[in-house]
């Protein structure tokens, strides 16, 4: 199986762009970004990457298998 990697925070906006989602916005201390019913809540942004582990959990939250995430571009 594939393996995620961590990733910028700006890559990561483009690559959710591309599964629907739009945004980011922000009304509180974190952005989100919207798709349907569906809302994630993302970091902020800032100069180091998003970790493995956090973009597993805003995944698992969008409803986007890691395969999927990966395949695409």
């Known amino acids: 199986m594939p393996r995620l990697y961590s990733i910028s925070w700006y890559k990561f906006v483009r690559k959710m762009r591309i599964f629907g989602f739009s945004g980011p916005y922000q009304e509180g201390k974190h952005p989100y970004m919207i798709k349907g019913s569906v809302s994630v ?7 180091g990457d998003i970790s493995y582990d ?3 959990r805003i995944l698992k939250q969008a409803g986007i298998s890691k395969i999927s995430w990966i395949n695409r571009r």
């Open 41 to 47: 809540t993302i970091p902020n942004p800032h100069s």
């Open 54 to 56: 956090l973009l597993n």
